[in-house]
């Protein structure tokens, strides 16, 4: 079975955090963080988590800012950027 060695690059968290996360003081434990918690893919060899390209353009993706639908420049009303589902549940009760 012959394979691109480009097929299985992996990178390590200080390689990812290096090229994702350059401005973040502490990218390594952040990227540590989500992968114990299951909020990013990637593998771990032994005791060190790898990610592929894979992994990184899924990391990619997830942070990635998406413009909100808009209605004529305004905002839907059941659309609420930033609130928490409390403060939502809250706003709805005021009005």
Known sequence: MDHNDADFK???LAE???MILPDMA????WLSRRLNNGELSGYRAR???RM???DVADLI???????MPHNG??????EVS???PTSRRRRERGK
Do not use: F, P
């Open 61 to 67: 993706e997830r942070q990635r800012n998406r413009s």
């Open 10 to 12: 992996t990178y390590s």
């Open 82 to 84: 930033g609130l928490t």
């Open 16 to 18: 990812v955090a290096e």
């Open 52 to 54: 592929t390209r894979e």
């Open 73 to 78: 420049g305004e905002m839907l009303r059941t």
């Open 26 to 29: 502490d990218g390594v434990r």
């Open 47 to 49: 005791r060190t988590w």
